[in-house]
Each structure stands twice: as structure tokens, then as C-alpha cells.
T-cell receptor, first 115, second 115 residues
Framework: AQSVSQHNHHVILSEAASLELGCNYS??????LFWYVQYPGQHLQLLLKYFSGDPLVKGIKGFEAEFIKSKFSFNLRKPSVQWSDTAEYFC?????????????FGAGTRLAVHP | EPEVTQTPSHQVTQMGQEVILRCVPISNHLYFYWYRQILGQKVEFLVSFYNNEISEKSEIFDDQFSVERPDGSNFTLKIRSTKLEDSAMYFC?????????????FGPGTRLTVL
């Protein structure tokens, strides 16, 4: 069965530190890849997405992610985090063979940024 | 910016009771989804809906669950006889078109508590 793995469940950083959250998926076919963010008390918001083209995608709030097809990975990065980045981050994929775009989510990584 | 809305934000019910969770997707979107997130677990796909019928459903979506689009705007999830294990956050999502043409917009969720 298809699955998405996020390597870190909890990450604690100080402001200005660099961030990298790992995401791997298990599916041999073509996928669309997403990172969603959930700020405390708020709903899931799209951070960035990869459909095709340049494997390095830039999203909102200074986030970027790199799709490495050979590694089945889509890691999220930010060079310098802020306190306001405290949130839970979810990696997700959709399988293009399905046609109906269901999202398969990873377990999420809870990020806490200390001032 | 258009958004997906959900009501109620929190629903408390007794085991065995029926509940209906309501969603208003973005108006020009064609594909609708329900996901759930049990506390501390990952977001899980329940069902997708297109053209007034279920297009895909997960193993979780058994005979106790049903979805409906009773009019041009609402999209509902009904749980016929709730169980304790149905306690979760339920998210509605919608997308304008098929795979490769966009990403899902999520509502704020309904927290269902079954006592």
C-alpha cells in the first residue's frame, strides 16, 4: 500500500536556525507532492506543491522543498525559522493513477521554535 | 479569498446517535473529500465525491458512513450510529479540477466527541 513517512515527529529549534523536515513516499508511479501546515487552532493550509518541472519548489513564507525522484523524497527546508513557524507540518501525496486526487498524508512533524 | 467552511466546529454526541457534519466547499469546485484525524494520529482519507456520487472510499468508510450533496452548496457526512472510536477531527476539502490542475483546500474541521 502507498504510504508517506515523515522522519521527525517533534522538532525543537531556536529562531534563525535552519530547518529540514524529511518526507519519503512509497509509490513507483507518478505523484503530486504537497506540504501542508497547520498552525495552532487553525486548519490545514497549503505550503507548497510539486506537480512537474523544476524539482526545487518555493512556497509561502520562505519555505522550499526539493523533489528527488530517485530517493522518493520531498524534504521541506527553510534557511532561518521564526517563532511564527511553530506549527505541525504534513507531507502528502496524490497518486495520478487514481484520478480522484485523494491525499495520502504522513504522520506530521510538530515544530516548536523558541525565541 | 474563497474558503471551505464547516459546521459545527465541535459536536458532542452519545454513542449510538446519528451525527451530520456539514461542509460548504468553494463554489466552483467539483471534487469533494472528507478526511479525519484521530487525536495524535495522521490525517486519513475517508471518501471522495464527484458528480453526485462517491468516486472512491477508504476501508474506514463503512456502512455507518454516508455522504450527500443535498443542494448546490452543502456537502454532508453522516455517521449513522456513532462509536467511541469515531471521535476525531473531520476535515472537508474541495478541489476545482482533476489531478495536476490544482490542490485541495481544507475547511477548519469539526471536532467530533463521542461519549
Amino acid at each position: 500500500a502507498q504510504s508517506v513517512s515523515q522522519h521527525n515527529h517533534h522538532v525543537i529549534l531556536s529562531e534563525a536556525a535552519s530547518l529540514e523536515l524529511g518526507c519519503n513516499y512509497s509509490y513507483g508511479g507518478t505523484v503530486n507532492l504537497f506540504w501542508y501546515v497547520q498552525y495552532p487552532g487553525q486548519h490545514l493550509q497549503l505550503l507548497l506543491k510539486y506537480f512537474s518541472g523544476d524539482p526545487l519548489v518555493k512556497g509561502i513564507k520562505g519555505f522550499e522543498a526539493e523533489f528527488i525522484k530517485s530517493k522518493f523524497s520531498f524534504n521541506l527546508r527553510k534557511p532561518s525559522v521564526q517563532w511564527s513557524d511553530t506549527a505541525e507540518y504534513f507531507c502528502a501525496v496524490t497518486l495520478l493513477s487514481g484520478g480522484y486526487n485523494k491525499l495520502i498524508f504522513g504522520a506530521g512533524t510538530r515544530l516548536a521554535v523558541h525565541p | 479569498e474563497p474558503e471551505v467552511t464547516q459546521t459545527p466546529s465541535h459536536q458532542v454526541t452519545q454513542m449510538g446517535q446519528e451525527v451530520i457534519l456539514r461542509c460548504v466547499p468553494i463554489s466552483n469546485h467539483l471534487y469533494f473529500y472528507w478526511y479525519r484525524q484521530i487525536l495524535g494520529q495522521k490525517v486519513e482519507f475517508l471518501v471522495s465525491f464527484y458528480n453526485n456520487e462517491i468516486s472512491e472510499k477508504s476501508e474506514i468508510f463503512d456502512d455507518q458512513f454516508s455522504v450527500e450533496r443535498p443542494d448546490g452548496s452543502n456537502f454532508t457526512l453522516k455517521i449513522r450510529s456513532t462509536k467511541l472510536e469515531d471521535s476525531a477531527m473531520y476535515f472537508c476539502a474541495s478541489i476545482e479540477g482533476l489531478a495536476g490542475s490544482g490542490s485541495q483546500f481544507f475547511g477548519p474541521g469539526t471536532r467530533l466527541t463521542v461519549l
